[in-house]
Structures are given as C-alpha cells and as structure tokens.
C-alpha cells in the first residue's frame, strides 16, 4: 500500500527473549524512521536513520538496539524488555529532498505485548 | 523542543456534517505541518499538509489552515462521511535537518454516525 512493509505484524514475547523488528522500504527513500505508539500518547520518535548513518537517538533505552544495513532496510533488535514496551512499533521513510518537511510515509506496525 | 497540542480528543458527527480539529505548536521555527490519518490495523497515512508560506490549503472535502501568529492550524473534513471515521494526528516538522522530525499531538478519534 504505502510501500513501507513491516514484520512481523503481531509478536509476543517473554522479558528474557531477544527478537528483531524488521522493516522494508520500496520507495527508494534516503531516510528511515523508528516510532513507539503507545495508548493514549504521541507517536514518539525514537531512531532516525539517514543514508543508513544513525542521526538521532531520542534517549531510547539500551534494549532496544537499531540496525541500517541499507537504505531500504531497518532493524530493531529487542532484548531484556518490559511489559511497559508494549506498544504499536511502527517505521517509516522519506526521501530527504526538502530539508525536513519530507512526506513520511508509514508502515502498517508490529504489534508488540511484552509478558 | 517542540509540543504539539491536539484537541478535541474524541469527536462525533453525524454523517455529512463537518468536523474541525485543532492543534497549537510552541516552536515558532516550525514550518511543516502534516496530517495523518489512522485507520484501524493500519499505519498513519497523509491526507493533506501545509508550510508555513502558506495560510490554507483544501483537497476535495479536506482543508487544512494555518495561523503563523498564533501557532496553531486546524484540520477541516466537510460532509463527513462514514469512512471518515479513524485516528487523526497531527504533526509539526521543526525543521533545520535534512530528514523529518516530527512532533505529533496526541490524536483525534473521530466517528461519523451514518
């Protein structure tokens, strides 16, 4: 749909698992993005990737731990969580062509319950 | 940083009504402004968007207008429609980087009685 697919859509796992977020961009976009959406709060920033260097960091804990290999994918590699880091984890990416007011386009989330 | 303030938080409307929802910015070097709407299951998606060198902006039964001075811009749906109904957020870009960052308001669940 939008171009952004993400896997898996659902994931359940116990405080001592560690599990990977995975995120792919077929738009050919310079600059990918990590989102928690939680109930009743704001879509927080968490990681911003561009041209696959790290650029922002928004003070996410360590056990979330992202990875660029390139510019059409995005990991976020999970360890050690809590059940407060249940949330909605979505990605997204946009080209970078003027100056920060890029359309960002979003994927469809991974459905995260930390038990 | 930036603080996004949407309101109101819930809205009911009978179908073919309008519906505005507002949202303030307090970072006056902010100069982009989306629009997303969520729909169940799925991820914000754009509906309409506004820069600062602009005061309004329509597409079909969607506007959008911004007040620079006041800091504040107000999403309007005409003759809403009951696929209207979803999770509108706004956003504002501060700028000053060559990617987005955005900061969101909190959301707007709008429902569209038929």
């Known amino acids: 749909e939008t171009g952004v697919t993400q896997t898996p859509r659902h994931l359940v796992m116990g405080m001592t698992n560690k599990k990977s977020l995975k995120c792919e961009q077929h738009l050919g976009h310079n600059a990918m993005y990590w989102y928690k959406q939680s109930a009743k709060k704001p879509l927080e920033l968490m990681f911003v990737y561009s041209l696959e260097e790290r650029v922002e960091n928004n003070s996410v804990p360590s056990r979330f731990s992202p990875e660029c290999p390139n510019s059409s994918h995005l990991f976020l590699h999970l360890h050690t969580l809590q059940p407060e880091d249940s949330a909605l984890y979505l990605c997204a990416s946009s080209p970078e062509k003027t100056g920060g007011t890029d359309t960002q386009y979003f994927g469809p989330g991974t459905r995260l319950t930390v038990l | 940083g930036e603080n996004v303030e949407q309101h109101p938080s819930t809205l009911s409307v009978q179908e073919g009504d309008s519906a505005v929802i507002k949202c303030t910015y307090s970072?006056?070097?902010?100069?982009?402004f989306p629009w997303y709407k969520q729909e169940l299951g799925k991820g914000p998606q754009l509906i309409i968007d506004?820069?600062?060198?602009?005061g309004e902006k329509k597409d079909q039964r969607i506007a959008v207008t911004l007040n620079k001075t006041a800091k504040h811009f107000s999403l309007h749906i005409t003759e809403t429609q009951p696929e209207d109904s979803a999770v509108y957020f706004c956003?504002?870009?501060?700028?000053?980087?060559?990617?987005?960052?955005?900061?969101f308001g909190q959301g707007t669940i709008l429902t569209v009685h038929p």
């Open positions: 956003a504002a870009s501060q700028g000053g980087t060559s990617y987005g960052k955005l900061t």
């Open positions: 506004i820069r600062s060198n602009v």
């Open positions: 970072d006056s070097a902010s100069n982009y």
